[in-house]
């Protein structure tokens, strides 16, 4: 799609959407001008946001928001892979590939590069089973130190997790 930083029309016709009644007037605008998103990631975003809510998703529409901003690289992965899957007027549908690239970064931000299976639970099996979303689970701290009676986490980690 076309970005802010190459057409200022995007936002004004952003505003204009909002103010017609055409678009709706929520925190996920915030990634158009924030982030340099197309109105059209957005509004992908805001659905995927509330398909996830209704499959069980706790974190609120500003958690969501703040996460996409503070990551677009991720972002901008996870709309070509919805592209791969679903746009008549790509010629390749490699959708294993997309989700390589996601996985991918996923470990380059994370700093590793293994493949582990947990004993405990997250949103993402969710993903996988009712969305046929791969996830990708990311925490700080070690998984020793994780879901135990005597849970906790070093602060260098905490420090590390915000720096992602």
Not at 12 to 23: D, R, Y
Request: charged share 25%; proline share 4%.
């Amino acid at each position: 799609g076309v970005r802010l930083s190459a057409d200022t029309s995007v936002l004004e016709n952003a505003i204009q959407a909002v103010l017609e009644g055409k678009a709706e007037n929520d925190a996920f605008n915030r990634l158009i001008v924030d982030a340099d998103m197309a109105p059209a990631s957005v509004v992908l975003f805001r659905a995927w946001f509330r398909y996830l809510r209704q499959a069980g998703l706790t974190y609120g529409l500003v958690t969501v928001v703040d996460a996409l901003w503070r990551a677009p690289k991720v972002a901008a992965a996870l709309i070509e892979r919805f592209a791969v899957a679903h746009d008549p007027a790509r010629k390749r549908r490699d959708i294993a590939a997309a989700d390589a690239a996601i996985v991918t970064l996923a470990k380059s931000l994370a700093g590793r590069n293994d493949h582990a299976k947990v004993a405990f639970g997250t949103e993402a099996s969710l993903f996988a089973s009712i969305a046929d979303i791969p996830s990708v689970v990311i925490g700080p701290g070690s998984i020793a130190q994780a879901h135990t009676p005597d849970e906790f986490v070093e602060m260098a980690e905490l420090e590390r997790c915000a720096a992602f």
